[in-house]
């Protein structure tokens, strides 16, 4: 069975060496990279040809959502999941607007990253039931 390679983006090394750590526990899920900057993870991203990257929103440059909207032009076909410590109801529409398929606050479990990923990677949409109550009102 192919692994599903996952690149990670987030200004904090602590949390990226966090998710790795949990991720690299699945064994369906491989992590391919890290990166902290915008530059970083287009350049990883190019190289490594993940099949999902994991996004926060604030950057040691750039920011999150401007890096959903330029990788999505480059790989129409890439799935992202942003997992941030700002509120959903701050940054999860932006997100999704700009191409991520799901958004996961950094106060969830890792079986809800886990959940979130494998909804992400299947195509669908990942947020929580109010923001899925409130897009759906819309």
């Keep these: ?69 330029q990788l999505k032009e480059r790989q129409p076909k890439l799935k992202i999941l942003v997992v941030s410590a700002f509120q959903e109801s701050l940054y999860g529409e932006r997100a999704l607007r700009a191409g991520a398929l799901g958004y996961l606050n950094k106060q969830e479990t890792d079986t809800k990253l886990l959940d979130a990923i494998e909804v992400v990677m299947r195509g669908d949409r990942y947020v929580s039931p109010e923001l899925s109550r409130r897009l759906i009102a819309q």
């Design 1 to 69: 069975m192919r692994r599903t390679k996952i690149l990670i983006v987030d200004d904090h090394p602590l949390v990226r060496q966090g998710l790795a750590f949990s991720l690299s526990t699945q064994d369906a899920l491989e992590v391919c990279g890290e990166a902290a900057t915008e530059s970083e993870a287009i350049a990883l991203a190019n190289q490594k040809r993940p099949d999902l990257m994991i996004v926060d929103i604030t950057l040691k440059s750039g920011n999150g959502i401007e890096l959903i909207k």
